[in-house]
């Protein structure tokens, strides 16, 4: 070996550790740093555990006095709600219908996508009565086959282009009507621009009034459409201040009924009582043989809309409508899932039992249904615990269902996992 070479090789010898040093100073630094935040987290950690646990506040359970009906002026009794106007109600059930007709409704609207023709298929849909939508235009569907009409009820968005049909149209849907004993229901909205405020209803002893606002919406004592609807109780609180009303006016009372009435205001006066209107008025069909429901609003007002579903059962005789049996359901989801200070404990185990109790003086055989994860049981503090034990002691008062053992979410696993877990689940209970 040469001198040249030599000197190469301490170059390269004195390049490569003048390379190095950099790189320990950088690790030295980086395990520095490791542990200053090492030492931070396990002081924090250690001033945690020493730091007394901040108290939980919980509210004891309360019980809500019972709602104040305004028609009786107190607390509702236990089955007070089953015997209201069960004398009044007519027994439709009884009543045999004259002509054959199937069980569906022709709803005639002014476009397939009109707002209110939307909203009355929707009320349909809500009460399982099967229907037909068709625009009101130059072509009638079939109204009959061979033997049977095939609508019971006839819906009309629009009632002025019913009134202003063409006069084969009109005439084929009246007769229609009048031979299977069909009945129409009908929408006078107050137009954009009406030309008129004070008209009078084209064919009929009937006069409608357009852009009035109302106060005091009541149902009619005298009125049969009401089944549902409570008669003869003012709405407790305030209108929408506009006038967007079409009220009606009848010249005969044995041929019109009114179903909802108001009080018209005029300027920024009170309601002036000579001026009691209906904002859905029922026609006898004494004049035409037709039976008619007229509705001055669109389906917006809740009032309104309780009109029209009594409307549809009072004009079929019973046949469409929606019954007065409800069924009551309350589930009580994740029974045992929550953060220490939200969970259950002894006592509100004890007021729920209560409740239930309350609540079947006037729904028998109500029962609160209960999810549970069974994983998440005694998994609160020392009284949550306590309540979790007292739910489990008292299982047979409630109805319970199964979620995942761990609240899993199902579309994050396989079948076969989903069935291990809730039969793991069903094991716990």
Known sequence: MNSRQLKMILCNWRHLNTSRRPRMQQL???????????????????????????????DPPQQLPNYVCHSCGSACEPNLLSDVHSSERPDYQQQE??????????????????????????????????????????????????????????IIENYYKYLNLVEWNRQLLDKYCVDYSVALIGFLTTRPKPTFVKSKVKGAALTLYQKQRVRNLTFSVGSSVPFIARRGQ?????????????????????????????????????????????????????EDGIRRVLLGQKLNHWLVKLSFIDGIRHLTNGRLGMPLERYL??????????????????????????????????????????????????????????????????????????HMWRHNHAHRHNLTYLEAIMTQNRLFA
């Open 28 to 58: 030295k630094l980086m395990l520095v740093v490791m542990l200053a935040i090492a030492l931070f987290t396990l002081a924090y950690q250690a001033a945690n555990v020493l730091r007394p646990e901040a108290p939980i506040h919980r």
């Open 97 to 154: 219908e004259l002509k054959a007709t199937d069980d569906r409704v022709l709803v005639l609207v002014e476009t397939l996508y009109s707002p209110l023709g939307k909203e009355i298929c929707d009320i349909l849909n809500a009460l399982k009565l099967p229907y037909k939508a068709e625009p009101l235009g130059k072509n009638l569907p079939l109204l009959t086959t061979a033997t049977r009409g095939r609508f019971a009820l006839i």
């Open 234 to 286: 003012v709405l407790p609180l305030p209108e929408p201040d506009e006038a967007d009303w079409v009220v009606f006016q009848g010249q005969h009372n044995s041929t019109y009924e009114s179903v909802l009435v108001a009080d018209v205001v005029y300027d920024d006066e009170e309601p002036l009582k000579p001026y009691n209107m209906a904002a859905v008025m029922l026609d006898r069909g004494e």
């Open 329 to 402: 359901q309350v589930d009580i989801d994740d029974i045992f899932v929550g953060q220490v200070g939200r969970r259950m404990i002894a006592d509100d185990v004890l007021a729920l039992i209560e409740s239930q109790k309350r609540m079947r003086e006037m729904v028998p055989g109500f029962t609160y249904n209960l999810g549970f994860s069974g994983k998440y049981f005694l998994n609160g503090d020392d009284l949550e615990d306590q309540g979790d034990t007292l739910l489990v002691e008292q299982a047979s008062q409630f109805v319970w269902f199964p």
